[in-house]
Every structure is written in structure tokens, then in C-alpha cells.
């Protein structure tokens, strides 16, 4: 896969479009993601660690919103459940056409690679479902319906990985975790320019919560335990258990 350098807000722009993920986004998004996200690395390591552990036989393991498929890649390299399968899904073509050119046929578990959106896509006979900072771009009025589904069609002893970026009640808090998230972008090579325009195309794109909104929600579909396990500024991941 050619990969390419973020630098799509490097030039000041006239007037800013809302962030989509179209043919732009995805020359450039490994490098955006790895650039932009704090511990983003580690955290599809360990995506890959726990479908290791969670993934059982004859089931389904979801990657809903899975870009490029770094989160898929991740748990394939680790599942050894026998006849076990990926279906890894998102709603941009620009995405999911290059993960598809990118995905080797012969490198053990069966992948199924959908261009849709996640919340169409019926959750069947799952042991793992990742949602590596996807439910942020779903409205939130619809999110609760999203983790039901999910959680209906986990097994009995599944596990959902959420990743979001978070919000925070306290008002220190939420300036402290900003300034320091815009910190790390800068230490990355991004310049003032670049992270402000990217915040202005973010805006009522990416909509944030705080984690006690996201436990709370975890717990009314169902889910008997939902924990961050990973935190990086305002960047975490969280582990819900069926």
C-alpha cells in the first residue's frame, strides 16, 4: 500500500470543509492516525492481544469502521480459534478500496471486508467486536441503538473494545487534556496552522463524551463491565464485557 505524508492542512485554506473520509484522507491516514492519536500504536497491538484471548471457534470477530484495516491485521495476526473470521466494515469506499488491495487472501483467518454503514450491519454469533474510534463520528442519538446491536449478537462471555477520544466534565480537566493533546500533534511535526484547521474540520464531525456517559450507556444495553484499560491525554480505549 502507497502511503503518503499528512499534510493536508498544511496551507492556509479559504474556507474549511467538514472532515470526510474520502480518496485524500486515506493516501495519507496511517500517517495522520499514528501522528494524531496518542498511543494509537499500542492500542491495535493490544486489539490483537485480545482477540487472541476472546476470540472463540465457529465465530465472528467485527472491526466496525476499520479504515485501512490496521485493527483487522492486528487480530488476524493473533486468533488461532479454529474456523473463526473477520468481517471488517466502513462506509467509505476511498477506505475500504484500499484495504482490499492491501489484504493478503493466504494469511490465515478469513476476512470479509464490507463497504457499509455499521449501523446496517447485523451482528451475528460475535465473540469480539472492535470500535477503534468510530463511534465518535456516529450521531450520538443513534449510538445506543449501535451498542445494542452489538451487544445482541455478542456470545456469552464477548468483548466489545471501544476506543474514543473523550471529553470531561471538569472544566481544568478539559482545557488541561486539549492543550496537552495539541502539544503531542505539535511534538509529531504538525504545525499551528495544521492542528487548528484539522480542529475546525473536526467540529460536529468527531463529538466526544466523557467516559461515565459512554459506562453509563455500555451498562443500560446490557453489558455486565466496562473499563478504560489504555488512557493517553484524552484518548482511551475501553474494555465492555457480556
Given at each position: 500500500m502507497q502511503l503518503g505524508k499528512d499534510s493536508l492542512y498544511a496551507n492556509?485554506?479559504?474556507?474549511?470543509?467538514?472532515?470526510?473520509?474520502?480518496?485524500?484522507?486515506?493516501?495519507?491516514?496511517?500517517?495522520?492516525?499514528?501522528?494524531?492519536?496518542?498511543?494509537?500504536?499500542?492500542?491495535i497491538s493490544a486489539i490483537g492481544l485480545l482477540a487472541g484471548r476472546f476470540a472463540s471457534a465457529d465465530s465472528v470477530c467485527y472491526d466496525l469502521g476499520c479504515s485501512l484495516g490496521a485493527a483487522t491485521i492486528a487480530m488476524r495476526r493473533e486468533i488461532s480459534a479454529k474456523n473463526c473470521r473477520i468481517v471488517a466494515v466502513d462506509n467509505s469506499p476511498a477506505m475500504v478500496g484500499r484495504f482490499r488491495e492491501s489484504l493478503r487472501p493466504d494469511a490465515g483467518v478469513a476476512v470479509d471486508v464490507q463497504c457499509a454503514d455499521i449501523r446496517d450491519v447485523p451482528i451475528l454469533n460475535a465473540s469480539v467486536v472492535v470500535l477503534n474510534f468510530t463511534l465518535q463520528f456516529i450521531p450520538p442519538a443513534d449510538r445506543a441503538g449501535l451498542l445494542a446491536n452489538i451487544y445482541q449478537g455478542l456470545l456469552p462471555g464477548g468483548i466489545l473494545i471501544l476506543s474514543e477520544k473523550l471529553a470531561f466534565d471538569d472544566a481544568r480537566q478539559q482545557?488541561?487534556?486539549?492543550?496537552?493533546?495539541?502539544?503531542?500533534?505539535?511534538?509529531?511535526?504538525?504545525?499551528?496552522?495544521?492542528?487548528?484547521?484539522?480542529?475546525?474540520?473536526?467540529?460536529?464531525?468527531?463529538?466526544?463524551?466523557?467516559f461515565a456517559v459512554h459506562r453509563q450507556r455500555l451498562t443500560a444495553v446490557g453489558f455486565s463491565s466496562a473499563e478504560i484499560w489504555f488512557q493517553y491525554f484524552n484518548f482511551a480505549s475501553i474494555i465492555a464485557l457480556k
Open positions: 492556509p485554506l479559504g474556507e474549511i470543509a467538514a472532515f470526510n473520509f474520502d480518496d485524500k484522507v486515506a493516501e495519507v491516514f496511517p500517517d495522520m492516525i499514528r501522528r494524531s492519536v496518542p498511543g494509537y500504536s499500542a492500542i482545557a488541561l487534556q486539549t492543550d496537552m493533546h495539541h502539544l503531542f500533534k505539535k511534538a509529531q511535526g504538525y504545525s499551528e496552522l495544521e492542528v487548528s484547521q484539522k480542529r475546525a474540520a473536526l467540529e460536529n464531525v468527531l463529538i466526544p463524551e466523557t
